[in-house]
């Protein structure tokens, strides 16, 4: 491995002077062309040997080298007229238009000069000044210094100057530029040490190596060049009948033309978006890709290929749940694990086992040896004795990935920190990266069809790094929000609650099946004569010391608390590491419980709880039974009556306002029109009668019916839910209203004009289950397609707005004083966050634990959340 | 009692809401216990202090644009008042951190000192005299070609309404069209303004309805709400004009706020904008049921803040005006930033992130930041 020496410290920009630009050159290229008949680079021609080597074969007649260790070198072009260069017109119009036409002085009376050159000595012109010196230039009508009259500099966009009448040529503007002084530069922003401004007429123009502009051979064996080489072909070809016309003494007017020609290519090569100039274009009508588009925007240079870069030692593929290995670990596929290695430096202690890699003929194997000078050995059944010859300390091997070793592990759109974590990696069959599903949270992933990538460390400072910082156990806890987001989720939380519920008691042989997922060897005794109960089995979780009391999320906030005699056993009392009282739910799983393991035991305390707490949970709904059928959603004739009635008697009420709306007698809102008002109370009413149908429904339900169990222990779904499947779909909406487009006058073509009852106007009156009417079916589908559009928009719309964020926020640093600042160490808080607290370590938002344990969390998502979920990953 | 308060200060570096939650919880206890407990709380807040080198910032940017994919786009229509189509969720957040000018719907809260808030009549009036009607809703307007004049009649009852006055009204139309009206009978007015052709007095007729008659310029509708404390009314309302607002003697200057960030910033200044900033900003994230740490919303309101002046996320404001060149050709107007660059003679020092990540050097941030030497 090569060691970095040197650092670059900071990097001038500036314009290049055509002396440079001569100097820096290897070859003048006069030639418009690449390649001869026979395929060989023409000498003077763009492809020159000189210019560096892109054919293989061929040697570099500037530095010898081969193809690819050939940095490639730049050649010039000597351009006949000079010609201005796109990027600095706004520089020379400016500097035209401030400086005198006879002697290039700053048109500023002496004495204004000799104090704003004052302040120049002393530091810098603030942003105003410089402003407004350009303004006091451009109005003197007269030249101070030497009394010339200044006649009107006109712009004509985009490139052509007019002096009053008289066209300036770019010769005539190179000559004026040469006149000003450096010292009158200086105040206009400019350094002329770095940038004299007729360097920004071009006089010779830098032909960029070959290397850059690599041809590329089709597979009939034509050659294709690139968009640049195309581009400075046509420069050279103008250049040279420039060059023909003037040696013929062609009249002016001709040789303007080409000049003007000239410069329109010259234009077009550093930039063929420039607005007014027409693109140039390829044969085929596609426009160039020339020097500023190489650059710009997100395909461009700079965020393709600077801001971000291609790695190696990474792999990719689908994911699948693992709920047997630790949160901490992630499975890699066998085929992966050959593919990808990690490099190990020759010691004399590692030296047996290294050989034994390399002799290895099955899995852990080695697959390159490198050898101090760098030479890079794959190790294959001819020379793997000879390798294991001549190892010696300071050869680096390359062994194939094995358990225990450190590798990133990330999913796309890495929207936070989170999305890529540290994991260990553990060898697996198959062919998917296996994941731990309490992770999926923080990556947001899912099943469905995700892939994610793995990067493997190749540093021992890297995989240090990781291992303190990005390890996924110590990420349990978000710095957006200061509470866990690695959490027992869905069939954990309803596992909790079937375990730990009242009178549910296991047999010992079934009990020390359970705890052994636990990796607990040591029985406790028996609570329920020879059987355990389930509240025990938990408690074998958790850490003998813990005392901690809080409410579940079944709690119904009783009037007065009867704490542990709770009757819906809502109370949670874990005392001396045994949970004496309450259900485990999702306020145990995801929040307090959770949170304060973590804080007072520290994060290996909270992983194995995590790795334990889903190994038992999981065993627990597998031995008791876990699962949902329409039977579930099923609710007696009485009850479909019931809520059959309440709808009736919504589209009753419906129907008495419409008539009172009709009838001119209803009160408005105030300010609100008549219709508006109508709209409202008849939404209120639906919304209404929906909430109250789905309570009807719920009540139905007993308190095993898998749904209940699910929405109440807060493992998955809501009331809604149970609503929709069980009673009544209700209002859709489009826009936030009833659904009133369409037709003219109606909804869809069966509805009378006029007719805005409740089943006009997209109100779905059967349940899922029921299955929907044709019209219901509709309205519901334009219902879900808003929502899917509105996802799209505001999937771009957050992208864009979280990247500007992080660009405007990414230097901001803590420094050692508690200061927070910028990377031009600009102060922006004196102390972070007012109080140098860590948001991460935070107790929600306050600083310090004052209560146990705090349960945030995001809001549930409605509605429109499970109706995206609907659409699969590719 | 006087003991605990003195032990409470002992304790300056904590905060005073935490000082504040421990003197309110530990009524019961003595003065041991109660040390007992700060002396732990003190050993926690040093434990949780942030460390040197962490990128606060990205943390920031990132809490904030994570959940922003989570954001509803839908406007949100507030209850009694008219058509007030609210944006929320990520729209109004990017109208936060961009600073537009106008939002799409500019809103104040004005509250009113304790002479009228809890008299609901005084309140409407007050809040129909701030109301900016329109001339049409005063006078019917009527222009006669044939005879070039334009007839303006007068609504007195609804003048009276709004708090002005016949008198008040014709002289304030005819200042506006800088023209005596010919007749003037009782509540109605003739202009004759001597124009020939349609068009010209199509715009005199204009000139005269463009006229204000009432209230301040901008505020379209005002509500009048009761207070969430119960201890009064306050107005809400369409349209924000928070100068002449502040000058209204029966306005509580100190509570009064609207939603347009840069109009805060014009009347009331730097501070203000920061608290205004992360004042709006936690409001959309909590009305989503977002959970965001406030240090985050701060430290973004301090970012477009800290220079004195406020400036907008995004290449027109805080990204436009990094020190680094590359930095700023990285992110947005890639060639603009290099041609000035070349101009200026500028050196980038490669003191930021995309600076360093751009030569293929270690950042300086986080473990970055320090540097181990060997003792020879």
Not at chain 1, 310 to 323: C, E, G, L, M
Not at chain 1, 624 to 637: L, N, R
Request: proline share 5%; glycine share 8%.
């Amino acid at each position: 491995m090569e060691t970095i020496t040197k650092k670059v410290a900071s990097v001038e920009f500036g314009i290049l002077n055509p002396e440079i630009i001569r100097k820096m050159s290897q070859i003048r290229i006069v030639i418009p062309d690449t390649y001869d008949e026979d395929g060989y680079p023409i000498e003077g021609g763009l492809m020159d040997l000189h210019l560096g080597v892109i054919d293989p074969g061929l040697r570099c007649k500037s530095c010898g080298a081969r193809m690819v260790s050939c940095p490639g070198h730049f050649g010039h072009i000597e351009l006949v007229r000079p010609v201005l260069h796109v990027g600095y017109i706004k520089m020379i119009y400016s500097l035209l238009k401030t400086t005198c036409s006879s002697c290039g002085r700053l048109l500023l009376p002496p004495n204004k000069l000799q104090t704003y050159k004052k302040i120049i000595t002393e530091g810098e012109l603030t942003d105003d000044q410089e402003i407004d010196i350009i303004a006091k230039a451009k109005k003197a009508g007269k030249c101070p210094h030497c009394d010339k009259k200044q006649e009107k500099i006109k712009l004509v966009k985009p490139i052509t100057f007019y002096e009053g009448e008289k066209r300036l040529l770019p010769s005539d503007i190179r000559r004026r530029m040469e006149l000003i002084p450096d010292k009158d530069l200086a105040l206009l922003g400019i350094d002329p040490k770095k940038a004299r401004p007729e360097w920004g007429v071009l006089t010779a123009l830098p032909v960029p190596p070959a290397t850059t502009r690599p041809s590329i051979t089709l597979e009939t064996g034509e050659r294709s060049e690139d968009d640049l080489t195309h581009k400075l072909v046509d420069i050279l070809r103008i250049n040279q009948r420039l060059r023909d016309n003037i040696s013929a003494g062609a009249p002016q007017l001709i040789i303007e033309d080409l000049w003007d020609l000239l410069q329109y290519h010259v234009t077009t090569y550093f930039n063929n978006e420039v607005s007014g100039i027409p693109p140039a274009r390829h044969r085929s009508g596609r426009p160039l890709k020339t020097l500023a588009q190489r650059l710009k925007g997100k395909e461009g240079r700079f965020r393709y290929n600077l801001s971000g870069k291609r790695v190696n030692f990474s792999a990719r593929t689908v994911i699948s749940p693992d709920p047997n290995i630790s949160i901490n670990e992630v499975g890699v596929p066998k085929p992966i694990a050959k593919e990808l290695t990690v490099p190990e430096k020759t010691t004399t202690w590692n030296m047996d086992r290294l050989k034994q890699y390399i002799r290895n003929t099955e899995y852990p194997m080695a697959n390159y040896v490198i050898r101090p000078d760098g030479r890079r050995k794959k190790v294959t059944e001819l020379n793997r004795e000879e390798l294991i010859e001549e190892l010696e300390v300071g050869f680096v091997v390359e062994r194939q990935l094995k358990n225990g070793d450190i590798v990133l592990f990330n999913r796309q759109p890495s929207l936070h920190r989170i999305s890529m974590m540290c994991h260990i990696v553990k060898v697996l069959p198959g062919k998917t990266f296996r994941l731990h599903p309490t992770v999926c949270k923080p990556y947001n992933a899912d099943f469905d069809g995700d892939e994610m990538n793995l990067h493997v460390l190749q540093t021992e400072e890297a995989k240090a790094e990781a291992l303190a910082l990005m390890l996924v156990q110590d990420q349990i806890i978000s710095p957006r929000f200061g509470s866990p987001i690695i959490k027992g989720d869905e069939d954990l939380v309803s596992g909790g609650f079937l375990l730990t519920r009242k009178g549910v008691a296991f047999s010992k042989q079934i009990a020390e099946k359970m705890l052994i997922k636990a990796d607990i060897k040591k029985m406790p005794k028996p609570d329920q004569g020879d059987k355990y109960s389930g509240k025990l089995l938990f408690s074998a979780l958790l850490p003998p010391s813990l005392n901690l009391e809080y409410k579940s999320k079944l709690c119904q906030n009783c009037k007065e608390c009867k704490k542990a005699k709770c009757p819906h056993d809502a109370y949670v009392k874990i005392k001396k590491g045994k949970l004496v009282n309450g259900i485990i739910d999702k306020v145990s799983l995801q929040g307090i419980l959770l949170d304060t393991l973590f804080r007072e035991y520290g994060p290996e305390e909270a992983r194995k709880f995590l790795d334990n707490a889903t190994r038992v949970l999981l065993a627990t709904t597998m031995h008791i039974g876990f699962s949902v059928s329409v039977e579930d959603t099923m609710i007696t004739k009485e009850t479909h009556a019931e809520i059959e009635y309440m709808i009736n008697d919504a589209r009753q009420r419906t129907n008495e306002l419409i008539k009172e709306y009709e009838e001119g007698k209803m009160k408005h809102i105030p300010g609100k029109t008549m219709k508006e008002t109508l709209e409202d109370k008849i939404m209120a009413i639906l919304g209404e009668t929906r909430m109250n149908a789905g309570n009807t429904a719920a009540e139905h339900f007993d308190i095993a019916n898998p749904i209940m169990i699910m929405s109440r222990v807060g493992a998955r779904g809501s009331i809604l839910n149970v609503t929709q499947m069980s009673a009544t779909v209700g209002q859709q909406a489009v826009r936030g209203r009833r659904i009133l487009r369409g037709y003219r006058h109606k909804s869809l073509p069966q509805f009378k004009e006029g007719n805005i009852g409740i089943e006009a106007r997209g109100f779905v009156s059967s349940s899922l289950r029921d299955g929907l009417i044709p019209t219901e079916y509709f309205f519901h589908a334009m219902g879900g397609r808003e929502a899917l559009v509105d996802k799209g928009i505001r999937t771009a719309k957050s992208g864009y707005m979280q990247r500007r964020l992080i660009n405007a926020l990414q230097d901001l640093v803590v420094q050692k004083d508690e200061t927070v600042r910028d990377s031009a160490n600009n102060i922006v808080q004196f102390k972070y966050g007012e109080d140098g607290i860590d948001p991460m370590k935070c107790h929600g938002d306050s600083a310090v634990r004052l209560q146990t344990g705090v349960y945030l969390e995001d809001k549930d998502r409605d509605e429109t959340t499970a109706d995206e979920e609907g659409d699969y990953d590719d | 009692m006087t003991d605990k308060k003195q032990l409470l200060a002992k304790y300056k570096e904590l905060p005073k809401k935490i000082l504040n939650e421990i003197e309110k919880n530990t009524k019961e206890l003595g003065l041991r216990e109660t040390k007992k407990i700060l002396d732990n709380v003190l050993k926690e807040f040093k434990n949780n202090k942030i460390m040197p080198g962490e990128a606060v910032g990205t943390i920031a940017a990132q809490s904030i644009g994570e959940p922003g994919t989570q954001m509803t786009m839908r406007t949100f229509h507030y209850a009694g008042v008219a058509e007030l189509a609210v944006p929320q969720g990520l729209p109004r957040f990017i109208e936060i951190v961009d600073l537009r000018r106008k939002p799409k719907m500019p809103l104040m809260e004005i509250h009113l000192n304790q002479s009228i808030k809890e008299d609901k009549q005084k309140v409407v009036d007050f809040a129909e005299q701030i109301e900016d009607i329109p001339m049409v809703e005063f006078a019917d307007v009527e222009e006669d070609f044939h005879e070039k004049v334009v007839r303006v009649t007068f609504k007195e009852e609804t003048l009276v309404e709004h708090g002005t006055t016949l008198d008040n009204a014709i002289k304030k139309t005819e200042k506006e069209v800088r023209r005596k009206a010919k007749t003037t009978e009782g509540n109605q007015m003739i202009f004759k303004p001597g124009f020939t052709t349609l068009a010209s007095l199509r715009r005199f007729t204009e000139r005269i309805l463009m006229t204000k008659l009432c209230g301040l310029k901008d505020i379209n509708k005002a509500v009048v709400l009761e207070e969430p404390d119960g201890t009064g009314y306050y107005i809400k309302t369409d349209g924000s004009n928070l100068k002449e607002i502040l000058k209204l003697k029966e306005v509580d200057t100190s509570r009064t706020t609207t939603n347009d960030i840069r109009e805060i910033y014009d009347i009331l200044g730097i501070e203000a904008v920061r608290s205004a900033i992360i004042k709006e900003a936690k409001e959309v994230l909590d009305t989503q049921g977002l959970k965001v740490n406030p240090r985050h919303v701060m430290l973004v309101a301090d970012v477009m803040t800290y220079s004195g002046t406020v400036k907008p996320i995004g290449r027109q404001g805080v990204s436009g005006s990094k020190s680094s060149v590359l930095a700023r050709a990285a992110f947005e107007e890639t060639v603009k930033h290099l041609h000035t660059a070349s101009i200026k003679g500028h050196v980038d020092n490669l003191t930021g992130i995309t600076e360093n990540i751009i030569v293929g050097q270690p950042v300086p941030i986080g473990t970055g930041l320090i540097t181990l030497g060997m003792k020879e």
